[in-house]
């Protein structure tokens, strides 16, 4: 006869507990009782007996539902029970976490960054604001990408009007936001600004500055000649908010004390920075380049070497990067060391393994390139500057420029314009700096058509020089005799620069002095026209002067005059065309609107001074009214006439006496 599995199950739990007790019996040591057998059921003897089964299950679970369900509940009643705060509406709000850059908004973060790579910054700009107001917004990481492009290529006013509109947009700026708006503005030489930035950010802000703010901010101040609050912030960084002392940051502001010349200023901060570092070797070598420096100030070239095999010997113990290596590269270099710094570059191109080890940047270049020219050995400083690429450093204008510059005050144009030649290959934009040198150069070699041929080509190109560079330019064309050309310039560049009055004085006197006084006259002329030039007292004076030389004062005062007519009759038409328009849209919008919106008041008064007027029309009014809309017509209340009324009291007499 088969057993059920139920019955099996009660008859195995019966000798496992039969079992333990006869051994406890037997045994001094206590044994833990056996745990209770729950075995799955994989079977039934009968497909009754799995169904009552199911049943009972089902009955347990009614009357004593399982615990997992009694926690989830009891959690939730926890949760309901929780408050949740207030918001308040002025608080800050928070930036989003990076986890919001996925899906649809990673796929746009993506375009966005493809854009950047091609250099299209105003599409990329452009395309980030049209998305604020679809229904993929970008994320505030998308934003930061795309200001970090502009602060790459200093288009300053760009970045600060994104800023602006994400910010109206209500998209919640992080700390990286806050660092490339203090960089800008440190960039643009306004420090002040960047400091009241960086008060709002500790005051309001969600959240706490970052090592790089204070990085940036002490690196801006010790550039901007603010070394005094450099220093001060440090002390605030350290004291107040409690931040270990940074190597970079003491790097920055013994920076600024050697260009202020204190070598004082340098030791005291490399024992401070000593003494919070625990007073042992400051094992990171950004430090050791500014305090030789500091020692070749006082003449203590020993000291200085000492400190050089501390820092880059062959047992220091110093960690050395790219920036520990230039700032000793650039002491060296600039105190009669250049043999030394050479074997040292050596040594940082053989120890130079990207990605693993970075021993060389674009800096280090920098520092050799200044270094050769230095010692008048420019063909040298090429070779080294075009060697760049194989270390996997890309030569930037700034590098360019730098370099540039050095040849032409060497009288090294042509070498100087072959580098020029080479910056549209590489992928670098000359800009206006770029031009300028070889524009100046080229005016001091008498090559005057060449060097307006760079100003030229500087405007086409989308760059504004600036007003010297143009004043030095049409000099130079007035010193030659080449006025018509001076005066294209003049006509290219009226619009585009704001010249002060000693550059059109100039200009002025240039066309007076070649006899050219119709020129003089139109040049007033264009000048009267734009609203925005301001042809004040002094220099109506001056052009009067000019002209008065052959005769022609009196043309000034007539064609001043004129214009002056010109102007209000213009004016006065404007006003004329105005009430016009506000007329005909007054009537339109009478003729479209139904009278009783113009108000009733109005139509009621009128139609009782109608009514007053005649006996007649008293008298049929009191066998047949007449309805009010009928007297008033379709004629707007406020635009009725005394003879629109009398019209109206003959339409309701002949209306009243056919009603009669």
């Known amino acids: 006869m088969a057993l059920s599995k139920l019955s099996f199950l009660t008859h195995l739990k019966y000798i496992a507990t039969h079992c333990h007790r006869h051994r406890h019996h037997h045994h001094h040591h206590h044994l833990p009782p056996p745990s209770i057998i729950s075995l799955r059921f994989l079977s039934y003897s009968s497909a009754e007996e799995a169904a009552a089964e199911r049943r009972r299950r089902k009955r347990r679970l009614r009357i004593e539902p399982p615990l997992s369900s009694l926690h989830r509940t009891q959690q939730q009643q926890q949760k309901q029970q929780i408050p949740k705060p207030i918001q308040n509406p002025n608080s800050p709000k928070l930036p989003e976490p990076i986890s919001e850059l996925s899906g649809k908004r990673h796929d746009l973060h993506n375009r966005i960054l493809t854009l950047i790579r091609e250099n299209d910054l105003d599409e990329a700009a452009l395309f980030t604001r049209h998305s604020v107001y679809s229904n993929c917004r970008p994320t505030i990481y998308t934003v930061n990408a795309v200001l970090n492009a502009q602060l790459r ?58 090592p790089t703010t204070y990085r940036i901010l002490i690196k801006g101040l010790v550039d901007n000649g603010k070394v005094d609050k450099a220093l001060e912030l440090k002390d605030e960084i350290i004291g107040v908010r409690g931040f270990t002392p940074d190597p970079l940051v003491y790097h920055y502001l013994m920076v600024g004390c050697v260009r202020n010349l204190d070598s004082e200023g340098v030791f005291r901060l490399f024992d401070e920075l000593k003494e919070k570092m625990g007073g042992g070797v400051i094992e990171d070598g ?123 005050k060497n ?100 066309l007076a002095d070649n006899d050219q006084m119709d020129e003089l006259i139109k040049m007033v002329d264009g000048m009267l026209d734009d609203e925005a030039i301001e042809l004040d007292l002094e220099l109506q004076e001056f052009a009067k002067e000019l002209l008065g030389r052959v005769g022609r004062g009196e043309e000034l005062m007539e064609l001043m005059e004129k214009k002056e007519k010109e102007k209000a009759e213009a004016k006065a038409k404007e006003a004329e065309a105005a009430e016009a328009a506000k007329r005909s849209a007054k009537a339109a919008v009478a003729s479209l609107l139904p009278s009783k919106l113009f108000g009733n008041k109005e139509a009621e008064t009128e139609s009782k001074e109608a009514n007053g007027n005649g006996s007649e029309a008293a008298s049929v009014n009191e066998g047949a009214p007449v309805e009010e809309a009928t007297i008033v017509g379709s004629v707007p209340a406020d635009m009725n006439t005394k003879e629109d009324v009398i019209q109206g009291e003959t339409e309701a007499k002949s209306d009243a006496a056919t009603g009669q």
């Open 411 to 510: 009288g090294m144009l042509v070498e100087a314009e072959d580098l020029y030649g080479e910056m549209d290959g590489k992928g670098v934009k000359p800009d206006e700096y770029t031009y300028g040198l070889l524009m100046d150069t080229c005016l001091e070699k008498d090559r005057v058509d060449d060097g307006a041929g760079y100003f030229r080509k500087m405007v086409d190109t989308g760059l504004r020089p600036n007003l010297a560079v143009y004043n030095r330019l049409v000099d130079k064309l007035v010193k030659l005799k080449k006025i018509d050309e001076a005066k294209s310039f003049y006509y290219l560049m009226v619009k585009k620069l704001k010249m002060d009055n000693a550059s059109y004085k100039f200009m002025m006197e240039a």
């Open 286 to 408: 950004v430090v050791y380049g500014d305090l030789m420096k500091g020692y070749f100030m006082k003449g203590m070239e020993n000291e200085a070497m000492e400190c050089y095999e501390e820092a880059v010997g062959e047992n220091s113990k110093v960690r050395m990067n790219a920036v520990a290596y230039n700032s000793v590269l650039d002491a060296l270099c600039k105190n009669g060391k250049f043999d030394v710094a050479l074997k040292l570059f050596d040594r940082m191109l053989q120890q130079h393994n990207p990605p693993r080890y970075l021993a060389v940047n674009l800096g280090s270049f920098n520092v050799i390139v200044d270094g050769y020219c230095a010692q008048g050995r420019f063909e040298d400083a090429i070779d080294v500057f075009r060697k760049m690429g194989d270390y996997r450093c890309s030569p930037d204008v700034l590098s360019y420029n730098n370099l540039i510059d050095q040849l032409c």
């Open 153 to 210: 290529q200093s288009k300053y006013s760009d970045l600060l009007s994104l800023h602006r509109f994400i910010i109206q947009a209500g998209i919640a700026p992080n700390i990286i936001t806050h660092n490339l708006i203090f960089q800008t503005y440190l960039d643009c030489r306004k420090p002040d600004t960047a400091l009241e930035h960086y008060k709002q950010l500790i005051n309001d802000a969600p959240f706490n500055p970052s």
